[in-house]
């Protein structure tokens, strides 16, 4: 999995799997989220649109990952 960002456009990308070979198919879910689909339904990644308004939408602005199990941050 890996997050990049385009700081002068503001879109995030999360690719959930490496797309080499695979054909996908991107799909617009709301004005600021497109995913990456591949035939079958997998989704291969998800695209954030004005990515510095959602990201900071909580949190006060920080990324905070969380330990799903504990509840804790990692």
Do not use: W
Not at 36 to 46: E, L, Q, R, T
């Amino acid at each position: 999995m890996q997050l990049t960002y385009d700081l002068p456009r503001k879109i995030a990308h999360l690719r959930l799997r490496e797309m080499a070979g695979a054909q996908v198919e991107t799909v617009r879910l709301s004005i600021e989220l497109n995913n990456d689909f591949s035939p079958d339904g997998i989704v291969h990644g998800m695209e954030l649109l004005n990515a510095n308004a959602q990201l900071r939408a909580c949190d006060d602005g920080c990324f905070v990952l969380v330990e799903e199990s504990s509840g804790k941050p990692n």
